[in-house]
């Protein structure tokens, strides 16, 4: 009478052991790479989100600067204006967080360039500006986020509606 085996040797159940080991690590190189890929695109549209809003913001409002009288400072980094609703507006970075008036409309911020044209489209370095009538008729922002992987550069063309642009 030969009676059939009931268990697992040693060694086999160390086989299985080592094996399933070798799959799951496999396995998990896998999700990483999708975990990793997941973070990468986050952050991108979080940036480009930021980003998006925070120039949506400054055209709206450079948009609306009162006359020629209402520029009190345009530089490559900073542009204070006051509004058609006698608000006084600036806009500068200051560390990582660009600032309307102090409060920060977006944090992470690696570049602010402001560049203004006249209104024949030629570019001006040194506007005038309060108490002169300025000879600013557009105004390009750019702005660089800071993202985990790659920085996010977007800009925008304004012209504000009562200066001659």
Known sequence: MVFGRKGLTLIELVI???ITGILAGLG??????????????SSRSAAASDM????GRMARNIRSVKDQLS????SQTVFAFMRN????????????????NNIVLSPEVARLDFTYYNATGSSIADPAV???????????IELE??????????????????LGG
């Open 16 to 18: 299985v052991i080592v």
């Open 28 to 41: 998990s190189i896998g999700i990483r790479q999708v975990i990793d890929s997941w973070n990468i695109v």
């Open 52 to 55: 998006s809003g925070a120039l």
């Open 71 to 74: 520029v009190y400072s345009a």
């Open 85 to 100: 609703d006698g608000v006084n507006v600036t806009y500068n970075v200051s560390g990582n967080n660009l600032l309307e």
């Open 130 to 140: 309060y108490p002169d009538a300025t000879d600013i008729a557009r105004i390009n």
């Open 145 to 162: 986020i800071k993202s985990r992987v790659q920085n996010k550069t977007m800009g925008v063309m304004v012209r504000p509606r009562n």
